[in-house]
């Protein structure tokens, strides 16, 4: 089975063409090639699928096997490997994914390459029955979260929740470097505040127009980027009164432009999608054989 290694600013997946290779077990296989000592190292697996609704179809599954509904790096490097191998030879390209169909833009094309993509990620879902987070008898399915109390092990935190197809939670945070990202990160990933689990941002606010951010992904841990995850915090930002609509998101694995147009209340975000190496593997020794 011939697999594909590509990221977008360091958020790594190995993807495979679904045109020419069958997945018997996508949840599995994400499990053990995602090992960084026994398998590939990835944050997950990307499967790049015909689609009877669009030029391709995503599905995406992070590194313990479970599915998500959409991956904002990941999308990009599926429009990248379908202009580059010809899948989708043009400029504008449209991906199914459990998130709805998405439209991206290749901006930026060099020796008949896609390097830089803009992806229209959709509307921002802000009401709590939409992140989706649990509901108690007097709360309003409807309202939305900002800078609400969460208890998280005696401690109590200012959260603002926002759906990108995905669940997310922001925190606002003095030092993105100091930030326990990986001890609350998985006590609020599995916090019973959030029935699907979440994601989870810890943001620093430099300027209006410039965030720092660590994430902490739901299902795979800290990675150095995500990019749904960069769309919450920059409509967090917004709702919070912190940032403009357009801002700049330094994240450890690089930068994303962000653009919360007012207009059609969609988000954009613009970034890098690269080729890693192409290798081949055999299933037998992930799926079948012993770890």
């Given amino acids: 089975m011939r697999f594909v290694k590509m990221h977008g600013i360091g958020n790594d997946y190995v993807y495979i063409d679904g045109f020419r290779e069958k997945v018997e077990n996508p949840g599995e296989l994400s499990r ?3 090992d960084r000592h026994f398998g590939v190292g990835s944050d997950g697996l990307i499967l790049i699928l015909p689609s009877q609704k669009a030029d391709l179809r995503m599905r995406m599954f992070n590194a313990d096997g479970s599915e998500s509904e959409m991956c904002g790096n990941g999308i990009r490097c599926v429009a990248k490997y379908g202009y580059d191998h010809g899948l989708a030879r043009k400029e504008r390209i449209t991906v199914e994914t459990l998130a709805g169909i998405k439209t ?32 108690s008898p007097e709360a309003d399915p409807t309202a939305q979260v900002v800078g609400e109390p969460l208890v998280v092990d005696g401690q109590t935190l200012k959260i603002t ?15 993105t470097e100091t930030a ?9 990933e599995r916090h019973p505040a959030f029935p699907a689990r979440t994601n989870v941002e810890f943001c620093r606010v430099i300027d209006e127009n410039h965030l720092a951010l660590r994430v902490w992904e739901r299902g795979s841990g800290e990675t150095l980027a995500c990019g749904t995850g960069s769309c919450a915090t920059a409509v967090a930002g917004v709702l919070n009164g912190y940032s403009q609509r357009r801002v700049t998101i330094q994240l450890r694995g690089g930068v994303l432009e962000i653009f919360w147009d007012p207009a059609g209340d969609h988000v954009y975000m613009t970034g890098p999608a690269v080729e890693v190496f192409q290798g081949e593997l055999d299933p037998w020794n992930f799926i079948g054989g012993p770890r």
């Fill in 32 to 34: 053990r090639v995602s």
């Fill in 104 to 135: 991206l833009d290749l901006v930026e094309i060099k020796e008949g390459k896609a390097e830089m993509i803009r992806v229209d990620m959709g509307r921002p879902h802000l009401s709590r029955a939409e992140i989706p987070m649990a509901l």
């Fill in 161 to 175: 929740g926002v759906s990108m197809g995905n669940p997310h939670c922001v925190l606002f945070v003095e030092d």
């Fill in 180 to 188: 326990p990202v990986l001890e609350l990160g998985p006590k609020i």
